[in-house]
């Protein structure tokens, strides 16, 4: 996957201006709007249960977000979910805060039951109650796999925030092992975003080393990583280079963002500027994507170093 594939999805998305439809988080609404038309798709929110049928229907992609959760936006999601998978549309679940509440687990159950999302994108706490919540084949609570138990905890939620549990939190294999083991679950790619980002479909495993660590304090920071995921999936067909094309030019952008930036302000408008500037030609020169493919039978050794890898889909 190399920055010119990235790049000529943002160029895609730019021409052709697909409909995303955002069941979003109304703390990061704004941002998660403003970061979707900077990539040149056009998003479209809506909560009511009676209309999102028909938003979900007219988009190239959904995205729904599970922040601040409520009956009617629960049902509301339920109902985009299933009018997308009817239409063949790609769709994008951000479980935000899974694991904080009981309340949330079982949304997040409820949504991922029926196998209607396309791909995962959550931080490694909410992953990792995500693993707890499904059991192999898809239901059903889990207590670890046939290929042994699950990876260890590393991370812990505070509110909707994931903090290390410990000095080895970040660690390759764990969430290695955590993306593999949550995509063979739940049948969609997974998407673990955090000092490094981890994409997997159960067979393919993408590391990915872009971002900076000042985002953390942007709030609406990952709200906005799952819509750029979204937007990517509205034009590439396969949801792993999707979602790793889509965070590694995010985190790209972070990264030029966060050059000239005195503070989260500063750094959250810099990074919706950075999105837009994606495609300019002389604004990206001599970068490269760092994306690596690794084995899936021994997550410890990389196939390939930093710098441009290939998933074979070139």
Known sequence: MTLERGLAVVRRL???APLIYLLANPVTAYGVASVTRALGALPVMGVA?????????????????LGVPTADRL???ALALEAAAAAGIPAVLDPVGVGATEY?????SLLLIHRRVTVVRANPAEAQALLDLVAPGGEGPGEGSATGPDPPRQWRLVGVEAVPAGP???GDRPQAVLALEL????GAAVAITGPRDWVSDGSRLVRIEHGDARLRAVVGAGCMASAVVGAFCAVEPDPLVAASLALACYGLAAERAAASSGGPGSLYAGLIDEVHRLAEPRRLAGARLKVSLWPTGAVTDPVAEEGEASTGED
Do not use: F, H, M, S
Request: charged share 35%.
């Open 75 to 77: 049902r509301a999601a």
């Open 49 to 65: 249960p009676e209309e999102v049928g028909d938003l979900a229907r007219q988009a190239r992609a959904v995205v729904v977000n």
């Open 183 to 186: 995509a063979d679950r739940l």
């Open 14 to 16: 730019k021409r052709e």
């Open 104 to 108: 949330r687990g079982q949304a997040a």
């Open 168 to 170: 080895e939190a970040g």
